[in-house]
């Protein structure tokens, strides 16, 4: 980079902007001012004039607007106006009486630096160190999409290419270091970094402010609890799936609404897609490999919404799990598919409760109990059931389980002509559906309809995966 002068008067301008130009004889009336042009090494055409057509300049000096005039003092900025104006001008050169007959104020205009064409370049060139990871040739001939997959590093899907560009854009989603470690992911139990966590929420198509998201999902999803490890391993179905609480649902523009298990919104699509492709790529879990699952299911892809929180007779999940009111958090629990509950004729809660209990009692099997977890996302119309007759979180769980102790003579083996169930003999009485502890509740979906759903889960507790909630950080 050209040196700059310890003391005196730097000007940084272009002649692609009218306001330059028009200060053009200003420049010469300023007593040893140093002039760095962005586009053109003639323009000015008198004074010290110096190439800045490579931007190093403009980007030591964060330039966004041009002219601009700084003064330096003892090698350090002490002073600096943008645009033009006679009488900033007059009191930073220390003189009167510039720019006779020209208006005394005139705007400046976007400094190149700014420019979109460079934009790409110029963030790698002054960010681009902050970056650890490999860099990847793709050759012409190869497409950069067809590339990833051949390369193993897609679940199937197109993936978007993490260019240097892409990468620190998505690094400025958040205030961590780019060479953190967020977290060990199983099942290599490889060091997450941040930069590794944007590069696969890059690949996910995620934006910059959803980052901060992925990585408490990164992180609680590896908390020893969770059991990543096992979850990946079994040849059960169900794979990590994200809750979200708190401001940062919105602000992100996440959907808690109709279809919110569903597609057509980027930030629930891409959030859960980036869990898993850290878990891939980073972790090693890829399917036929570790991931052993037999049927699997197309959450495993990526599964994450947003509760409604406005709409909720309840306190948030999250809240509910020790989070404080109005922090934003993740709650990462293991899942299956969801499946519907329908009940569109029970105005009791009573009543709905029992509807409710009779889709989860099929959760791995009917006659199985105590083994599997599972969340219940209540839809809000039978949320209002529920609100109208004044029951809380706490009596909506205490209804089910009540009614989710299964008769030992049920559920034994041979019990209904079905050989599946516990051995005969081993109850002395009936036995809850789930253990303490293994059934959220959580509130979603859209206003019409009165379909709940049901989403199955894996072992839980400390034999299988126990549910783990974060504070999303900044």
């Known amino acids: 980079m050209p040196q700059l002068p310890s003391d005196g008067v730097v000007a940084v301008v272009k002649r692609d902007c009218p306001t330059?130009?028009?200060?053009?004889?200003?420049?010469?009336?300023?007593?040893?001012?140093?002039?760095?042009?962005?586009?053109?090494?003639?323009?000015?055409?008198?004074?010290?004039?110096?190439?800045?057509?490579?931007?190093?300049?403009?980007?030591?000096?964060?330039?966004?607007?041009?002219?601009?005039?700084?003064?330096?003092?003892?090698?350090?900025?002490?002073?600096?106006?943008?645009?033009?104006?006679?009488?900033?001008?007059?009191a930073l050169g220390g003189v009167t009486g510039l720019g006779e007959g020209l208006p005394g104020y005139r705007p400046g205009c976007g400094s190149r630096t700014t420019d979109p064409e460079f934009a790409d370049e110029l963030l790698v060139r002054s960010r681009g160190a902050s970056l650890s990871s490999r860099a990847v040739d793709v050759t012409a001939l190869e497409d950069e999409v067809e590339a990833l997959h051949d390369r193993g590093w897609s679940d199937g899907l197109p993936v978007v290419p993490p260019t240097r560009p892409r990468v620190l854009r998505m690094l400025g989603g958040t205030a961590r270091e780019p060479d953190e470690v967020v977290a060990l992911v199983p099942p290599n139990l490889a060091p997450a970094t941040v930069e590794k966590v944007a590069v696969n929420a890059v690949l996910a198509g995620c934006r910059p402010e959803y980052l901060p998201v992925v990585l408490a999902a990164v992180q609680a999803a590896c908390e020893e609890e969770f059991n990543a490890h096992g979850l990946l391993a079994t040849t059960w179905g169900a794979a990590p799936a994200i809750i979200v609480n708190g401001p940062i649902a919105a602000e992100i523009g996440m959907n808690a609404g109709g279809n919110a298990l569903g597609q057509g919104n980027r930030a629930n699509a891409t959030i859960g897609r980036a869990l898993q492709l850290v878990i891939r790529n980073v972790g090693g879990g890829r399917p036929g490999e570790v991931d052993r699952a037999t049927l699997g299911h197309p959450g495993k892809v990526g599964f994450c919404f947003a509760e409604d929180e406005a709409g909720s007779p309840w306190e948030p999940l999250a809240q509910s799990r020790g989070i404080a009111a109005g922090v934003s958090a993740v709650t990462v629990f293991a899942a299956e598919g969801p499946r519907g509950v329908a009940d569109q004729i029970s105005r009791a809660p009573g009543s709905l409760a029992r509807s409710l209990a009779a889709g989860l009692r099929t959760v791995a099997h009917p006659k199985l109990p105590r083994g599997f977890d599972a969340t219940l996302v209540v839809c809000p119309e039978h949320a209002r059931v529920f609100a109208e007759a004044g029951w809380s979180r706490a009596d909506l769980e205490e209804a089910l389980g009540e009614v989710l102790r299964l008769d030992p003579a049920e559920i034994e083996r041979g019990a209904g002509g079905i050989e599946e169930g516990v051995p005969p003999g081993i109850l002395s009485g009936p036995a809850p559906k789930f253990r303490p502890g293994g059934l959220m509740i959580v509130h979603a979906g859209g206003r019409a309809g009165m379909f709940s759903s049901v989403i199955g889960g894996w072992v839980g507790g400390p034999a299988g995966s126990i549910p783990v909630t974060k504070e999303v950080g900044p």
Do not use: Y
Request: net charge negative.
């Open 20 to 90: 330059c130009r028009l200060v053009e004889p200003v420049l010469a009336e300023l007593p040893g001012v140093v002039v760095f042009s962005q586009d053109d090494p003639d323009f000015p055409a008198s004074g010290d004039v110096r190439d800045d057509t490579a931007l190093d300049v403009s980007l030591a000096l964060a330039i966004d607007t041009v002219p601009t005039l700084i003064r330096f003092s003892g090698g350090i900025e002490s002073e600096r106006t943008v645009g033009w104006s006679r009488e900033n001008w007059e």
